[in-house]
């Protein structure tokens, strides 16, 4: 970010209206959402839109989530500077940005290789640094860098894909939309003494997360 992003403004405003009035407190997630160019992660024209209330088209049927969505699931990470992150569906790369400002390491698996492009562009243009994007099957996970402390899914699956249980930590964390095509519920996995804890924090609707562990119909992209 420069001293001359022409944005300043309204991302404080969003923050301030769409983030924190709605119950978001933690601290270091506030400053993230503040800090980070989220109009650098939509397509041109759309600029002063990325600060809206609402998600955004981001190309090839995917989108951005709406800013305060983003920053439930980013609390609810409740992330340290040294826990190891795994995101499920980069898009933008927007949710990776603010994850590499929160987190220690930041790997972020997308299934459409001009998507993973895309959001490496964006991530470069905003100065970020520190987050892997991998194209692949996020469904599986990514066994290479296994376990995560924390594993972000951020499209929507008919159930939790079991690699991603397997590969979360000791106490670590999963967030993910988990329901019907359309509209799914967002739940919270715990991993405490190799058991897992289910927590319901609302609906949500996210687009498919399409692999071998989620959607597998045909007539998704
Ligand atoms: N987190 C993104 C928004 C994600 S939109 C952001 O901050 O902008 C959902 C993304 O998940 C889409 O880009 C879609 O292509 C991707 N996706 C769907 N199924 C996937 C899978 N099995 N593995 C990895 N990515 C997947």
Same mark, same amino acid.
């Given at each position: 970010?420069?001293?001359?992003? /022409? ?24 400053? &993230? ?23 955004? /088209?981001? @190309? ?16 609810? %990470? ?14 933008? #790369?927007?949710?990776?940005a603010? %994850?590499? @400002? ?10 459409? *290789?001009?998507? &993973?492009?895309? &959001? ?15 194209? #692949? ?6 066994? /290479?860098? &296994?376990?995560y ?9 008919? @159930? ?9 930590a000791? #106490? ?7 329901? /019907?095509?359309d ?9 405490r *003494? ?8 609302? @609906? ?18």
């Open positions: 970010m420069t001293k001359t992003d /022409p944005y300043e403004r309204e991302r404080e405003a969003m923050v301030e209206h769409q983030i924190r009035d709605r119950g978001i407190r933690d601290e270091r997630v506030l400053a &993230a959402m503040r800090e980070v160019p989220r109009h650098l992660f939509v397509p041109k024209g759309y600029e002063r839109a990325a600060y809206e209330d609402r998600p955004l /088209p981001i @190309g090839e049927g995917q989108t951005i989530s709406q800013p305060y969505i983003v920053a439930v699931m980013t609390e609810q %990470l409740g992330l340290a500077p040294q826990d190891r992150v795994l995101e499920i569906g980069s898009g933008s #790369g927007y949710q990776a603010l %994850l590499a @400002g929160l987190a220690g390491t930041v790997i972020s698996i997308e299934r459409l *290789e001009g998507v &993973a492009e895309q &959001a490496r562009e964006n991530l470069a243009r905003a100065g970020v640094t520190g987050v892997r994007i991998v194209v #692949g099957d996020g469904t599986e996970g990514y066994p /290479p860098e &296994a376990p402390d924390a594993i972000i899914v951020t499209a929507a699956s008919p @159930g939790v894909p079991e690699p991603l249980i397997e590969q979360l000791e #106490g670590g964390r999963l967030i993910a939309p988990i329901g /019907p095509r509209c799914q519920d967002l739940v919270k996995l715990v991993k *003494e190799g058991k897992v804890e289910t927590i319901p924090l609302g @609906g949500v609707c996210f687009v498919p997360l399409i692999g071998q562990f989620g959607w597998r119909g045909e007539g998704f992209r």
